[in-house]
């Protein structure tokens, strides 16, 4: 019990979260400052931000359900906790809870959910009209996220157990290795761009059209809340997608510590680069992509690793 | 509020806030949040919400018409909060001086100012100066 509270509060969880997403946050800024050709913040930036965040005082609306505008940070906060604590257990630890890949899938939508039920309590114009989008998001990546999360569960022989893909992976080869593998790794990387609502589908929060939409309404404290939630999904998202493609992290040697951490690098500055590189998408054309395009695709890759490639 | 001071200097979040200006300073404030100053390296970044900003900058003489809103505006922030006055028509009125049409000159009639950085328009290093020069005055 004790150990699981430590996984929980500590290690993969609150503390190292956030102090970590805050961390990959600054990495964030930084490259695409250099991408930019500027010089980018310094590296205790995030830092400051949330904790002046935390001094500055919170405005409610009146004639809103404001219970609703409170709880929607820190539920969103603490589902991506939970999802962090289970990731981050079988990227360390190597242990599951048995049906760790059902309950992620269900975590992320309770985000995004949140999202959607403070934004649309505000009864703020571009809230609404950022709540509505974000909906139509989820609508979008859902099935094509799903999808690819099939196929490691296919290879690993039916398992939504995490350890059990894990184990997979350590006998025959990173599940990557093969077709169906590489085809969902790329949908994959879509997917996570669209749920974090990074630049080809930020359509939700759009600053320069909707001025970060649902947030737009948030001050002080739970505005510092979404923050940390955004800059947390940084850390286990990467990781999850280490974990399902290549093989996770194994602590034998110190080689293998530092490629672990370098495929989870990686896969962070490829999203950045994604990010800096490729123009707002209209919302209808998010949808016809995924519609159209990422989810047959994510078919295809479950319909090959039925097969077996 | 000694250390929130120090750590609140190096994140400032910058609001724009054009009341009836000639947008020739609204230029400038766009030319210092462009790739060449770079003032995310001193932790200041443009929002696009008054609920999120840290400093309020204002341009232009502020008419009639806009001193109720702005007003509004300035209630609505999230305190601690900062206002600079751009340009000299936050002093003085500059070319409007004589104007019919002016309730903020200077602008601390309508709201209380921080600090006021005059010039028509000024440079961004004189904006960018003055900013440093408001924090500094946080002990």
Excluded at chain 2, 77 to 83: E, G, Q, T, W
């Amino acid at each position: 019990m004790l150990k699981y509270l430590f996984y929980l509060f500590v290690f993969p969880g609150f503390l190292f979260a956030s102090a970590f997403g805050l961390i990959v946050g600054w990495i964030e800024r930084k490259v695409s400052a250099r991408v930019q050709f500027r010089v980018g913040p310094p590296f205790f930036q995030n830092f400051y931000d949330v904790f002046k965040l935390w001094g500055k005082e919170i405005i409610l609306i009146r004639n809103s359900p404001y219970f609703l505008f409170i709880i929607a940070p820190i539920i969103a906060f603490g589902s991506v906790i939970m999802t962090t604590t289970l990731v981050g257990m079988s990227f360390f630890y190597g242990v599951g809870i048995g049906g760790d890949l059902l309950f992620i899938i269900y975590l992320m939508v309770i985000y995004s959910v949140s999202l959607i039920l403070g934004a649309s309590s505000t009864g703020n114009v571009y809230s609404s009209i950022g709540a509505g989008r974000e909906m139509k998001m989820v609508i979008s990546d859902e099935l094509a996220f799903i999808l690819v999360l099939l196929v490691p569960i296919i290879h690993a022989g039916y398992s939504i157990d995490l350890a059990k893909i894990l184990a997979y992976q350590a006998d025959n080869g990173m599940i990557i290795g093969s077709a169906s593998g590489i085809i969902a790794f790329i949908v994959g990387i879509i997917c996570i761009q669209a749920k974090m609502g990074l630049v080809p589908f930020d359509t939700a929060e759009a600053e320069t059209e909707i001025v970060e939409g649902p947030l737009m309404e948030y001050s002080g404290p739970l505005l510092a809340f979404w923050k940390l939630a955004h800059y947390m999904m940084y850390v286990f998202l990467p990781m999850l997608l280490v974990i399902l493609f290549w093989g996770g992290m194994s602590f034998a040697s110190f080689g293998s510590i530092m490629a672990g951490i370098g495929k989870y690098l990686l896969i962070v500055v490829l999203m950045i680069l994604i990010r800096n590189t490729n123009p707002r998408v209209r919302i209808d054309s998010a949808i016809n992509f995924f519609w159209k395009w990422a989810s047959p695709l994510a078919l295809i890759a479950v319909i090959l690793a039925i097969i077996g490639v | 509020m000694g250390l929130y001071n120090k750590i609140i200097k190096k994140s400032i979040w910058v609001f724009h806030v054009s009341a009836s200006p000639c947008n020739n300073c609204d230029i400038e404030i766009l030319d210092l949040l462009t790739p060449g100053y770079d003032i995310e390296r001193f932790g200041i970044k443009l929002v696009g919400s008054a609920r999120h900003a840290d400093v309020l900058l204002v341009t232009g003489v502020v008419s009639y018409k806009v001193a109720p809103r702005l007003k509004q505006l300035y209630e609505q922030a999230a305190k601690p909060l900062f206002v600079v006055g751009i340009g000299t028509c936050t002093t003085g009125g500059a070319t409007f001086k004589t104007s019919y049409n002016k309730a903020g000159i200077p602008l601390e009639k309508v709201i209380p100012v921080n600090a006021y950085v005059p010039g028509c328009p000024p440079k961004p290093e004189a904006m960018i100066d003055g900013v440093v020069k408001l924090l500094g005055t946080l002990k």
